[in-house]
């Protein structure tokens, strides 16, 4: 994987147009977000609501199943005339625990689509990525991002 820092904002978006334009893949590594760079046909589209969708049906399911077969198989009271499948007095505990395994599912999720946490990364024993500058990773040629006006390349190992 070669880095390539460019210091110029103006230059390293329009290094970016060419590299999206000829078709390479590539990282960017940046000290604040470029509104430019935003492109809603270059953003692709996150598995999050799923996760999260699959989180409250488990949770929904869980709590409901889980009072159902508390109050009514496992141990049946008769109290104060109440029938023992009594639905609403289910609702706030199904409700609670639907919450819970939703924030639980898109959190691990979220933390699982972003690949975190990084505790070792290549890039950052061999390159300053600390700096102000504009970083590319990508698997090109040296004399491709120095044309497209890179400030410094750098060679990382895999």
Known sequence: ???AAFS?????VQAIEKLRASGEKF???LPYEIDELLDEKHVARSGIPAIGLTGAIIGLLGAFLMQVDAS?????????????FSWPAFVPVTF?????????FVFVGWMGVLRLPWLHHEAFTHVDLTRHEFWIAADTSFEQLKALGADVIREVPQ
């Open 8 to 12: 110029n904002r103006e230059v390293f």
């Open 27 to 29: 990282e960017l590594y």
């Open 72 to 84: 009514v198989w496992d141990a049946p009271l008769w109290v104060g005339g109440r029938p023992l």
């Open 96 to 104: 609670v625990l639907t919450v819970l395994c939703t924030a639980l």
């Open 1 to 3: 994987m070669i880095y």
